[in-house]
């Protein structure tokens, strides 16, 4: 049995909203201010809605889709909003500058419909992460797949997504599994997981079926 | 009092564990709540459950309160209303006796922390006495329409803090301070919405003289325009020419003429339409309110502004889909089409009310995921560890 050069350490976090009193009340303004607002709203408002969102929710893919739905009844933006996945950007400005673009050429095409009223605008907000270590670590591959099984979902979303994209203490799934345990085959199949349009919950269902076949294999 | 391990029973798996682990990284730290009393508002039932949860996680927690004379105390409420965008603000000189008498509070009050948390507008000038710790406004309303020179006075005292935190989005006025989002929740164990047996249901019912022998449709709410419990009758009305059902209003009235107004034409309303109750019911009547909620059909919050009402919240938790107006925190609490629906009409209302009549299976299964999602979303261990990751932040 392998035993990693290093433990993992699992981690949780909460996410403390913080609104940026910048707000948009139709889709010219939402442009605007997309192109304006700090790297960390653009992240909060696409790759954080994989926190918020769950089971019970409507998938609409990041907030910006969600509020051209539901406040501006814009079906066509939405669904052109909805359909970008911010992790298939290198870094949070080329999403922004898509994002961007798509409002632009939809504005092109289309009349902007009425302003909204203030409580139904898009206030834009950013996130601080706040992590919890959970007490839980793992050197080994069956020890990661008991921690994996049962730590809060939110774990889940720090180890899988917000590792991904901005640095934390705690360790991405993948790094862990190919700089602590040497399973670089096992690290590259959790980083073609694709979180998007999914739920976290789902998510670990996926991880946690190619760590048993890992073990099944007799590769932990 | 309920301790932390037992909303082990109540809340989703692992959130208490969760909860404590947030903790360690605030063992220790001294935490004072201030607020303007220890009834009626919603910070303070909050407090009630909080505090002893958080002293018992081992920190070191506070609650005071400020007072004054009777000049005071209107000046407050005049202030508070003002913040919430009333007409009329407190004058100059009444915010100036308000502000002298909040300064001998403060020599009063034990004022040491590491955090201080300020609620709501009455304590807010308080923070003109800070010398150590971090400072909090914490604000429980909408304050996007306050009064604007209401609002450039009071934020002299505002911007003196290191933060503020609002309930929703778009709540805030303009300030110069991080301000924070935190949404309120309910205490699963609070007599407004502990478990009671289906006797005590009929009980208590009966004793409302609320019969159960048909389709009981509820909205609880002050007896206000904001809350439109004239719409949610005419909704009723169109319900009620294809449904045989029931409908209770029960809520608090104040002694504005406004309201008493709305109450005295609800109550010629019901006088004439033996299926339409009235209740008045003082504000602590959570026994009431919870009995009444369990024994609704479907619950209705048809707010035309609703600030965070948690009456959502506290019907899809006892399993009731939720026909709520499209305002403030309603919006963010009821799931469209999964525990219940938005409207923005009378008839939008009537419409989704005989929607769930005609497909009565529709009703548990929205029930049951309204308790999930509160479970998820709306329960005070959600709000501890939002509360505790605050702390962290601010005390980093």
Known sequence: MRTAAHPLRFAGCVELRQTLDVHAHDERELMSRIAEVPADSVYFHTFGYFLRHHPLTTAYGNDFARWAALEIGDRALAERLAVVDPFAFPRLDALRDHLVAILGDHLQRHAVGGRLEFDRAFHFQRSHIVEVPLGLGAATLAEFRAGLARVDESAIYLHTVETRVRARRAEAFPTWLRDGLGMPELAERFERVDPYLTTLERVRGRLLGFVDEALEDGRG | ?396
Not at chain 2, 372 to 389: G, K, M, N, P, Y
């Open chain 2, 1 to 396: 009092m309920s301790r932390i391990d037992d909303y082990r029973r109540v809340a989703g798996p692992g959130a208490v564990d969760f909860v404590l682990r947030l903790a360690e990284q605030v063992q220790g730290r001294r935490v004072l709540h201030v607020t303007g009393g220890r009834l009626g508002s919603g910070a303070a039932e909050t407090l009630r459950a909080t505090v002893p949860i958080l002293a018992e996680l081992g920190i070191d927690t506070r609650w005071e309160t400020t007072g004054g004379d009777a000049g005071y105390y209107a000046t407050a409420r005049a202030l508070q209303a003002a913040l919430e965008g009333a007409e009329r603000g407190p004058s100059e000189e009444g915010l100036a006796r308000w502000a002298d008498m909040n300064r001998l509070n403060g020599k009063k009050l034990d004022l040491g922390a590491d955090l201080i948390s300020v609620h709501d507008s009455q304590p807010a000038s308080l923070v003109s006495a800070r010398n150590d710790g971090r400072w909090v406004w914490r604000c429980h309303v909408d304050c996007s329409g306050a009064r604007a020179d209401t609002w450039t006075s009071f934020r002299q005292f505002a911007d003196q803090f290191d933060a503020a935190v609002f309930p929703l989005t778009g709540f805030e006025s303009r300030l110069d301070i991080p301000m924070f989002v935190v949404p309120p929740s309910i205490d699963p164990f609070a007599e407004r919405n502990r478990d009671l047996t289906p006797r005590e249901i009929t009980e208590i019912l009966g004793g409302l003289g609320v019969a159960r022998d048909k389709p009981l449709l509820v909205q609880i709410g002050p007896f206000a325009r904001a809350h439109d419990p004239l719409g949610v009758v005419d909704a009723y009305r169109l319900v009620k020419q294809h449904h045989d059902v029931r409908l209770a209003l029960a809520g608090t009235a104040d002694d504005g003429p406004e309201q008493l107004e709305l109450l005295t034409r609800l109550r010629e309303i019901a006088r004439d339409d033996p299926d339409v109750v009235v209740l008045e019911l003082p504000a602590e009547a959570h026994r009431q309110i919870n009995a009444l909620q369990r024994a609704a059909t479907i619950v209705l919050q048809k707010s035309l502004r609703a600030w965070f009402d948690l009456g959502p919240a506290e019907a899809m938790w006892k399993g009731k889909p939720v026909v709520g107006g499209y305002t403030g925190g309603l919006a963010q609490q009821i799931i469209p089409n999964v525990t219940g629906y938005t409207v923005h009409s009378i008839e939008g209302a009537a419409f989704r009310i005989r929607h769930l009549l005609n497909n009565p299976e529709l009703i548990p299964r929205m029930g049951a995921a309204g308790r999930e999602h509160v479970r998820r979303s709306f329960l005070i261990t959600r709000q501890l560890a939002d509360e505790l990751a605050l702390a962290i932040h601010l005390l980093r």
